[in-house]
DNA sequence: GAGCCTCGAGATCT
DNA sequence: CTCGAGGCTC
């Protein structure tokens, strides 16, 4: 396991945790990558994660390389992610031993933040997939102060605590149901997420390397190895075109 | 306004 | 790694 600086206050540990709450799997802020984050925390503007939802263009355009457009930008994915659904923000505060996985469990079962934030050691072990390392690390995340200065600020900015998406566990429903998916290469009507989640969507599973337990391999344009893994496997591959064809019956 | 350059996103590969 | 968006410079 990696070793991780103790100190609380250790900047590049909070610059990190900037850039870890922007992230695709988190609040999905495009725009805000690593050199921003330096710059945001450096400059003053932004302490915590909390911060990032009062910054004001006028300041933003004082950063480098950030320009009136870039500062729109930001501000209205800033926006955007308000809308989030709980399991994004839980994934984004980054507790030890949350992921999307178990963010997703106690999303589902807590349907909002302070439910989880108050949540009974025995309760959260209860769930499937959920064990006392995560119980744990909710509690001691939850009960320190600085946890409650950014929950406090993102509430008071109208940042989303619930469980939105009422998932779709249904078993055996969707075309997908029971198939396991691998994507390679670029899609023209898709990013690769919005594939990813019309598969899910549709009851099926993917998952990143072909091996003979894969059904379908997803070939966009200009695929890398997992094309020829794919056909030395025999696996099926699918054209975007046979794919939409697919998820629209 | 052209062209250079930086950052971030999304992809691959290991 | 490669590519595109957008800022910066002239």
Redesign the pocket.
Known sequence: MALRCVNPACPAQLIERIIHF???GAM????????????LYESGLVKDVGDLYYLKKEDL?K???????????LLE?LQRSKQNDLSRLLVALGIRFVGERAARILAFHFKNLYRIASAAFEEVIMLEEIGPKIAFSLQEFFKQKETKEIIHKLEEAGVNFSLLEEEREVEGEGIFEGYTFV?????SGY???QAKELIESKGGKVV??VSKKTDYVLA?K??????NKAMELGIKILSEEDFSRLSNS
């Open positions: 922007a992230s695709r999905d802020i495009t725009g805000l990558g690593a050199s921003l984050a330096v710059q355009v950063l480098e390389r950030m320009g009136g457009k870039s500062a729109d930008n994915a994507l390679t290469g670029t899609l990013t690769r997420q990143n390397s966009g200009s695929p890398g190895s997992k094309l």
